[in-house]
Nanobody, 117 residues
Framework: QVQLVESGGGLVQPGGSLRLSCEISGSDFSLYNMGWYRQAPGKQRDFVARLMAGGSTNYADSVEGRFTISRDNAKNTVYLQMNTLKPEDTAVYYC???????????WGRGTQVTVSS
């Protein structure tokens, strides 16, 4: 049973930073492309960042240059470093894992990020 557990969300002032973590269990972490998505109240879930198993990354235009996605295969964990946070970054952030061969997808339950003064 593959499980993803996010952590690191919270309340931060505009301009501040947070680091989200997503730990995967139940499978070989190195066989997954990892991604972060977010969903603000009343809106659809949107792509934020992606880190492929081979190391390439992609970012949404809205977070390019402010957010960084990384992974630690030894810890089965993917991170999202978020800097210069803005109120419009407020959302529930979800971690997604997609198997590189079967394309099976798994989602975490999300962690709330609130950017407010």
């Amino acid at each position: 049973q593959v499980q993803l557990v996010e952590s690191g969300g919270g309340l931060v002032q505009p301009g501040g930073s947070l680091r989200l973590s997503c730990e995967i269990s139940g499978s070989d972490f190195s066989l997954y492309n990892m991604g972060w998505y977010r969903q603000a109240p009343g809106k659809q879930r949107d792509f934020v960042a992606r880190l492929m198993a081979g190391g390439s990354t992609n970012y949404a235009d809205s977070v390019e240059g402010r957010f960084t996605i990384s992974r630690d295969n030894a810890k089965n964990t993917v991170y999202l470093q978020m800097n210069t946070l803005k109120p419009e970054d407020t959302a529930v952030y979800y971690c997604k894992a997609a198997h590189v061969l079967s394309f099976t997808e798994y989602w975490g339950r999300g962690t709330q990020v609130t950017v407010s003064s």
